[in-house]
């Protein structure tokens, strides 16, 4: 059973920072690309970040400069730095991935609030 497990979220003021995990299992993690989305309330879900099985990162304008996706293969788990938050970042943030058949799994999601 694949299972993606998001922790890190909560409240943070404005210009702080939080880090996002997301543990994965029952999947070869080490071979898949894995990436970061987000919510809003009453807005579509959002790509944030990705990143590849060999470690290329791509991010969605908004968060470039300020956000960083990285995993670890060892302990099946990626990760999401923000830093420098705004309150227009504040989601439920998910992580995700796809594996070679075209499945998409997903993680329960975290709130991140950031207040003013």
């Known amino acids: 059973q694949v299972q993606l497990v998001e922790s890190g979220g909560g409240l943070v003021q404005a210009g702080g920072s939080l880090s996002l995990s997301c543990a994965v299992s029952g999947i070869i993690f080490r071979i898949l690309p894995m990436a970061w989305y987000r919510q809003a309330p009453e807005k579509q879900r959002e790509l944030v970040a990705t990143?590849?099985?060999?470690?290329?990162?791509n991010y969605a304008d908004s968060v470039k400069g300020r956000f960083t996706i990285s995993r670890d293969n060892a302990e099946n788990t990626v990760y999401l730095q923000m830093n420098s938050l705004n309150p227009e970042d504040t989601a439920v943030y998910y992580c995700?991935?796809?594996?070679?058949?075209?499945?998409?799994?997903w993680g329960q999601g975290t709130q991140v609030t950031v207040s003013s």
């Open positions: 995700q991935t796809r594996d070679f058949k075209g499945h998409d799994y």
């Open positions: 990143i590849s099985s060999g470690g290329s990162t």
